[in-house]
């Protein structure tokens, strides 16, 4: 399967699944990576890999919705089939979600619904939460709103900052992520409404529901 992966930041959840495509675990291959930031560390590690990058400012643009016609045009060229967004840093817009409807992953630092958006796990030591976690989620509309694939669940210390419960959530995105990704390329994930069933996963155990298999 030709995957794209997007990134704005570091780009270790790129990194990890481009090793579990290395190792054979997932039956794809990233064509490209995509991101608006042209400094972005991502972009040093794709080309150490051997992988396309693609940089599109979204200043030279209008507006959204335009930026993301123009990115729908280099994936389709492309024949991307799978996108993963990866610390990447921009709303996507309807253009971007009809264009690769049920195709489109994403990963969040927060067990989805609670706290959506920017700075998650600094919402999450603010507000006194017990656990915490990680979110795979498909794309919609809304913001970190899709239906939910997969989440690793996680303990939030009274002594948590900011930083140590972004390390130990880390921790676990770098599992979920690539098992997700694998889930998909291997056609097991069926989207019913909000309800993603992963076909033949175990729903019963802890802290990973549904339960890691590969990663």
């Known amino acids: ?29 990233i064509v490209l990576l995509f991101t ?7 972009v040093e590690k794709a080309r150490k890999r051997g992988i396309s ?7 030279k643009f209008e507006n959204r919705e335009s930026y993301d016609k123009e990115i729908v045009e280099i ?14 840093m921009r709303i996507v817009t309807p253009v971007f979600i009809d264009a690769f409807k049920c195709r489109i992953l994403n990963i969040h630092p927060s ?4 706290f959506p958006g920017l700075n998650a796990q600094k ?8 656990v915490s976690g990680a979110t795979v989620h498909i794309v919609d509309a809304g913001v970190d709103s899709g239906p939910v694939v997969v989440q690793a669940v996680v303990p939030v210390n009274p002594d948590d900052t900011q930083e140590t419960l972004s390390k130990k959530i880390l921790f676990w995105e ?6 997700a990704v694998k889930w998909f390329v291997d056609g097991r994930i069926k989207v019913d409404g909000r309800k993603v069933i992963v076909d033949g996963a175990v729903y019963d155990s802890l802290p990973v529901v549904p339960a890691l298999e590969d990663f």
């Open 174 to 179: 770098h599992r979920i992520y690539p098992q």
């Open 36 to 42: 608006d930031k042209e400094r972005a560390p991502a």
């Open 123 to 130: 919402k999450a030591v603010e507000y006194g939460v017990k």
């Open 111 to 114: 067990l989805l619904p609670a």
């Open 53 to 59: 990058v693609v940089y599109l400012p979204p200043s």
């Open 1 to 29: 399967m030709r995957i794209a992966v997007f990134a704005s930041g570091r780009g270790t959840n790129f990194e990890k699944i481009a090793d579990g495509i290395v190792s054979g675990k997932i039956a794809g291959e």
């Open 75 to 88: 994936l389709k060229d492309a024949g991307v089939e799978l996108i993963c967004l990866a610390g990447y």
